[in-house]
């Protein structure tokens, strides 16, 4: 821990490899970033795509880069960054590694929402609104039937995976009462894609975003990191627990679902990002500003690699996330149980 | 089995219920003091498991005289004996295969879970919520897209392996001993989720496979046939003997494994046993009706109340209610889903989502 002190008496602690990790990930989202906007039936060179960002090169490269493939890159970053933000809280919220919005149905309710949509009929805009009140609704079940006096842990985790089970059964009929057509289109949205993302994808989530990350960065990181202590430090230490909860718990489910609303539900993106932050940090805490960074960089980069994987065949960028996701897990169940600490 | 095991298993009912270890999955421990004496529990809990049978036989009834086309009683019998009857073709093509699908899968359901709580003293346990039918149903994908296998007689193996990766994995990963209910769930749930967006990819690639799979992955019994009930008959018997032969070892293992091998149980062999009957049980009902969830959760909890924790009992009990809960599901979601059905994986995971909720809103199993 490294104290900042500036003349005038304010002072800021933070940990130099925290930061470290946090930097080299911008950079990393970044650089990727650069790649994304200068790839595909165009090719472009870093500087070009800068020049065009900047305004210059022909009509043609601005049209390109700011109207084509900034919006996608946009889309990413921030569904990356909501996803690994939400993720985080969750996992520090419910103290368990495993704690992550796809493990404990938010997603599922989400996706509910979505599908009924593509049932009943509606466009692009009414699904992305399903999604966010499947999503909610979703939230709030779990929470009240967690709810006994006060929300701990793991009954959070086994209400969530109980009422997960039941979405997934009713997710499946949905599908079976949909058109073959229609079916597909929700399949696709349902393993998560940014094909054909715009603006309008990404405003929404940019506005939430950028109302909640503040609150939850600056206004509840530091009593979450006490809250971690126990509920009984916590509470000697000040912290008004219940409130507290219920913000955060909020606050994430509104992140993870109108990241669904704007990507479909890309699968563990929420899980895996603040875990490797925490690994590359090491430090103890819910480590949020180094996981947004890290969610950000992933899901650029496995949008890239579903692009380019297989040439003249786009994949969803779910489904490289479910697999790179999947693999890691495994890993982490064998690992984190060998260390007693799941 | 050596002499000490069976000795120790026929002790009196009693001694059993009262050893705390045993009833870690059981809802109450009995208080001995208000407990009928061992015969009258005895015929107790036979006349109880004639009554499921008759139970079981009424739902098998209805099962077959339900549908979208009704047939009352008279003509389900005639349909059943003569081949000269209107009523044959229905009886014999549709309504029947579909009757003993849903009694195989559910039998098979019911008693792997069972087992596999008692094996992992998890109250919890149950083949869908552990990801081993997502296991089956991930083989059974990619057996479907990639290598081209339409037919039950294929899917069959390939759910198999699904399910045994997954039993082993679930298993060595987030299971072994001292494992707590919730993070065996969580393992579980963490490898359904893989799964089922594995299984969600491989349907992306191809619109055939996806219209296959996304009646299959719903769990149904509606495209049952007389094939298709042959063709995993055999394993699922298999499998259930298996897990009949370790009830009385099972017993002795949950007394924890010094004891049970004090007891001349081999708890590795027995563990081994078991995993080999869940798997075959669970891959060959997820092959043929898709992947159902809860039913291996609920019919043992429900059974454990009636019967107390003994497996020479519960086994049989759930043997018997797991196809009629089954069985009475798929009945309900074609009563509902008129004119159309409700698939019966839906209809179970309603009805038995909020027993789990109960379950851990309880207390008991969410405690790490």
Redesign the interface.
Known sequence: MTVLRTPGGLSVRFRPRALAVGLGATVLAAGLGLVALGSGDYPMGPTDVLRALTGGGSVAEQFIVTELRLPRLVTALLVGAALALGGAVFQSLVR?P?GSP??LGFTQGASTGALVVVVVGGGSLALAGAAVVGGLATGLLIYA??W?RGV?G??L???G??????L???N??L??RAP?MD??RA??W??GSLDGRGWANAGPLLAVTAVLAPLVLVGCAPALRMMELGDDTASALGVPLRRLRLVLLASAVLLVSFAAAAAGPV??VALVAPHVARRLTRAPGPNLLPSMALGAALLVGADLVAQRAFPGHQ??V??VT??L??GY??WL??VE?RAGR? | MSTAVRRVATLPEPTLDATPTVTTSAPTVPDLSTAPPPKRRLAARAVGLLGAVALLVVILVLSIAVGAKSLPLADVWSGLLHHDAGEYAVVHRMRLPRTLLGLLAGTALGVAGAVMQALTRNPLADPGLLGINAGASAAVAVAATFLGVTAIGGYVWFALLGAALVTALVYAVGGGRGATPARLALAGAALNATLYSFVSAVMLLDTASLDRLRFWTVGSLASADSATVTRVAPFILVGLLVALAAARPLNALALGDDAARALGARPALIRGAVIVAVTLLCGAATAACGPIVFVGLLVPHLVRALTGPDLRWLLPYCAVLAPALLLGADVLGRVLGRPGELQVGMVTAVLGGPLFLWLVSRGRVAHP
């Open positions: 368990n495993l796809d493990i039937l967690a006994r701990h793991y009954r985790v086994l209400v995976i109980g009422v997960s089970a039941i997934t059964g009713v499946g009929y599908l079976t073959l079916a597909a399949v696709l349902l393993t699968s563990f994949l969803p779910g489904v479910g697999v996701g999947g897990l495994v169940l064998a149980r799941l």
